[in-house]
């Protein structure tokens, strides 16, 4: 068996989106996928080909770094080309790849074009305006918005004998929109439009150069700018507590591929950039919070966080007889990172009610001095070995292990996780197919926590919580409470996952597929945080150690439970339908949201073992193309899912460690149950050829999108404050009916 080169394919041998039923390791069918042909014709709402893809994610499995994007082999912050360049999107092919850190539902596989010997390009221009949107169910005055996003790509030779190309890709995108606020005052309800209009640039360009034996080198640079005013604002959340963002980067990415022998294989890919974010709050003054009725004040979200980063793998693939070996090193992140931190320095005072808020009663203040510059390198490596091996034409095996180390976390020197995956056909030339597998997926910090532990040691960053203060707060009172720090529980260790599943996949026609899988997923030992000096029970009078303030606790002592039942079905069963739909009936519980997430009293931290936040039961999702000949192609996407829960609180910090997380007694977390999902997105689009003799050329492509076409409202922040005068009630949905004139041009 000889290896298999695939043009800009970084992971040699991984599925690609046919639906043909086989004992591949990688040719599961419960996989989601979109090549080129699909994106153009799907409703994809600002060509934004991630999110229309990330439907299939699994938001329980993703880790505390959130969704891993691979590009082209390689982890990385974003696709670092425009959306016409973009070759295909795959979610959960070979879940249990060792060469991937987090299982299929956590991460997004994306491919790029490469260099062509002949000239090609597209242009797409893009353009909606509210006047043909539907009102938000929340504004009162139908808000003004407009968009207009340029978007295209060129490739085409370098030199006479057209072994060097090149790609070429921009874009540019004017979103101006509106936020809608919807809050409660002392002066009674406050409902308005705000502007919100975000502007970016991309660029790039990537010269390829192939050489003997299908040998080939590539190097390319890209620029990303990227500014948003009134960040933040809606909902509760009123204008003056808004701020100004600003984000760019520079990339460059450099890949070979080297073929020694038709057996052996090495591919290389790396990247280093810089990046520059900032966020600047509107005012300077204190931040007020109102639990469950207003933000106002301020942001108070001063900050700037800058990154120098390496990413990059080595992979090589060998094969001996029926079995492909896959080993190597990959390095997720290797950064110099800079945080400064100037938020809270007016503090921020939050009051239980809007009673408090007028009587000038709030329950805490915080503020924070000092020090709020910290630099850091971190580092992240991984090295993986992968064996498949055609066991008999009917069963497929494969075999893996990663090995993770992260700096910092008490990390310890055997984070070895092994996956195993198998594909076993009971009838050699039947149409059914028997698949499973296992894995353990060590998960990665990200830089917030690391930067929390540098800046508040109690010496750099200083952060006072003043509990019951007088409204303003005094200095004396600030001088009375001693600086809270965060540090590390001494057992804390690297969080990992381990999924597992079984299904059958059944060949419906020969382009169609179907499949029932069940994944059962459990997250061990996963990040928390705890108050470690909270006011103990039962009279919560006062911190056990009078020296420190709040003792923010890193722990790695959480518990998720997962289990899920799959039903896919993927293909072409006619000549004019294409597509691939999913039902998954779910369940969902755990006792932590993250890292960053405190339970509702931490002397009982066990205590918020409930339903996770992502919890919704019932999901479907469908992607979908009808083609009518020369006529017209027809797109379709639509979502049905049940509701998410929302946890309930007092609002008010009955508990008194300085947060208003506490629940009514008797009231587990995540109780209230939340509003489903209903949305169907619609894509009519028509080819007008360029030239009249009809053969194979340019053409240009005009297409109407109509997002959410039900106009259902999708409620999206429910407020489960019991104090609030929304208590129980929505005050933020998605985007109402939404037109959209798409057109595109390509030779």
Known sequence: MAVLVVEEEVTVGSSDSSAQVSTDIGQNQNGNSIDRN????????????????????????????????????????????????????????????????????????????????????????????????????????????????????????LSRSKKTTFLLALDRDSDNQQAIVVAATPDGTVNMNVPNPTHHYFLSGR?????????????????????????????????????????????INVGHTYLFSPKLLNQLHFLVGHFDNQTHSLNENPQVIVSGSFTGGSAQADARRTEYHFDGTDIVTYTRGNQEFKFGVDIPDISRRGFSDFTNRAGTYSFASLDDYSANRPFSYLVQRGQGRVTFLETTVAGVFEDNIRVRPNLSISVGVRYYWQNYFHDIPHNFGPRFSFAYAPSQKGKTVVRGGAGMFFDRTGPSPISD??????????????????????????????????ALDPRTRIPYTIQYSIGVERQLTTNSSIAANYVGVRGIDLFRSIDANAPLPPNYAARPNSTVGQLRQLQSEGYLKNDALEL?????????????????????????????????????????????????????????????????????????????PVNITTGSDDNHDGLPLDRPLGVPRNSLHGPGYINLDLNLSHDFMLKKDGKKGPFATLAINSFNVLN??????????????????PVAAQSPRRMQLNLQFKF
């Open 568 to 644: 896919t079905f993927r293909g072409r069963p006619t000549k004019f339908f294409t597509g691939q739909a999913q039902y998954a009936l779910g369940k969902t519980y755990n006792n932590t949201s993250g890292i960053t997430y405190f339970p509702g009293n931490s002397s009982f931290p066990n205590a918020d073992w409930s339903r996770s936040d992502n919890d919704r039961r019932n999901r479907f999702d469908l992607l979908g193309t009808i083609s009518a000949g020369k006529w017209f192609d027809f797109g379709a996407a639509l979502s049905l899912y049940s509701g998410k």
């Open 712 to 729: 259902h409202e999708n409620d999206t922040t429910y407020v489960g404050v019991v104090g609030s005068p929304f208590f129980g009630r």
């Open 453 to 486: 532990l540098l800046h508040f040691n109690g010496v750099l960053l200083k952060r006072f919580i003043v509990l019951n203060p007088s409204f303003p707060v005094t200095e004396a009172q600030i001088a009375s409470v001693p600086t809270s720090v965060v």
């Open 207 to 251: 010269v390829f150069h192939d050489y003997s034996q299908a040998n080939q080198l590539w190097i390319g640079y890209s620029y990303e700018h990227r500014t948003v005013a009134n960040f933040g604002v809606g909902g509760t959340v009123l204008p003056e507590a808004g701020a100004n963002t600003l984000f760019f980067e520079h990339e």
């Open 38 to 157: 699909a994106l153009d014709r799907l409703p994809v709402f600002d060509q934004d080909y991630i999110t229309t893809l990330s439907r299939f994610l699994n938001p329980d499995a993703t880790g505390t770094n959130g969704v891993t994007l691979v590009v082209n082999g390689a982890e990385a912050n974003g696709p670092g080309v425009t959306p016409s360049a973009v070759s295909s999107v795959k979610i959960n092919q070979n879940p249990y790849s060792s060469l991937f850190s987090r299982p299929g539902r956590a991460r997004i596989e994306i491919t790029t074009a490469g260099g062509t010997p002949q000239f090609h390009g597209t242009a797409n221009f893009l353009y909606r305006d509210s006047l043909f949107d539907a009102r938000n169910p929340f504004a009162v005055i139908k808000p003004g918005e407009q968009r207009t996003y340029y978007e295209g790509s060129l490739t085409g030779p």
